[in-house]
């Protein structure tokens, strides 16, 4: 079974950048669509960004369209998160996943991730 670690968090300003890794420890990623989820405090998880596993579907949640990209390199076992211009409600812990389709909710993807924390504050 695939295993997958996130990294790349970290505290930023508002207006700045981070880019989220997620690698597969274990297993391969080439056939899998790759989900991101992000979880703030006393709130439930929300979707952020998907990937087909090759790339050519992606999906963004409204709130990050536009400064968010998903993007993957399968022949590395590793998706991307680039989020631009960070605002404080980006805030929580992004979490990677792994499904057999692209989907814009959680219930599809069957392996996730422990999570990086963002913390977008000035």
């Known amino acids: 079974q695939v295993r997958v670690v996130e990294s790349g968090g970290g505290s930023v300003q508002p207006g700045g950048s981070l880019r989220l890794s997620c690698v597969a420890s274990s297993g391969s990623l080439v056939t899998d669509a790759m989900g991101w989820f992000r979880q703030a405090p006393g709130k439930e998880r929300e979707f952020v960004s998907a990937?087909?596993?090759?790339?050519?579907?992606?999906y963004y949640a409204d709130s990050v369209k536009g400064r968010f990209t998903i993007s993957r390199e399968n022949l590395k076992n590793t998706v991307y998160l680039q989020m631009n211009n960070l605002k404080p409600e980006d805030t929580g812990v992004y979490y990677c996943?792994?499904?057999?389709?692209?989907?814009?909710?959680?219930?599809?993807?069957?392996?996730w991730g422990q999570g990086t924390q963002v913390t977008v504050s000035s």
């Open positions: 990937t087909s596993w090759n790339g050519y579907t992606t």
């Open positions: 996943a792994v499904g057999p389709v692209v989907r814009t909710t959680g219930e599809t993807y069957t392996t």
